[in-house]
């Protein structure tokens, strides 16, 4: 039975937040805790998350393939009871949706769960080389740590 529901959200929903997904999955027990992903825009839904998303997730043993890309919608607030965005710019789309207080308190910068990187964005590395997909890696398993301990 799942007692917590959490999104994980970025621009596109093929870079960071199927990371964020996969990473927070591989951490805590899928009967109880169901983490999803999805993207403040639409322009890729339906695609697998970009290749080096998938390589580096396969480097550290966590397979993302069965993941589409989707768009965040506002009916995702009632579903979810936790909504983590990559940056301060996902933050202001997805609050920009919510219809109340409750709605707005659910948005988290990820970031933030990890102590020394408060109000931090989770860089983009979609026009990156590939070292900055290990390095989006590497914080995302940090924050995914944190809030696998909290819950």
């Known amino acids: 039975m799942i007692h917590t529901r959490i999104l994980m959200v970025c621009l ?3 870079c960071r937040s199927p990371l964020a997904e996969g990473i927070l999955k591989s951490k805590v027990n899928n009967d109880f805790i169901y983490v999803d992903s999805a993207g403040t825009s639409a322009f890729h839904s339906g695609e697998l998350p970009d290749q080096r998303s998938i390589k580096v ?12 890309s989707r768009q965040f919608i506002t009916n995702d607030f ?12 996902n ?27 408060k109000d931090k964005d989770v860089p983009d ?5 590939d ?6 890696y590497q914080m995302l398993d940090h924050a995914c740590t944190e ?5």
């Open 12 to 14: 596109g929903n093929i």
């Open 78 to 89: 009632a579903v979810f009871d936790t909504i983590y965005v990559m940056d301060k710019s």
């Open 57 to 68: 997730a396969k480097t550290h043993g966590i397979d993302i393939t069965n993941q589409r």
């Open 91 to 117: 933050e202001r789309n997805i609050i920009a949706l919510a219809k109340n207080d409750i709605d707005r308190k659910k948005v988290k910068l990820i970031l933030n769960e990890i102590p020394t990187s």
């Open 125 to 129: 590395p979609y026009y990156d080389e």
């Open 131 to 136: 070292d900055g997909f290990e390095k989006v």
């Open 147 to 151: 809030i696998a301990k909290k819950i």
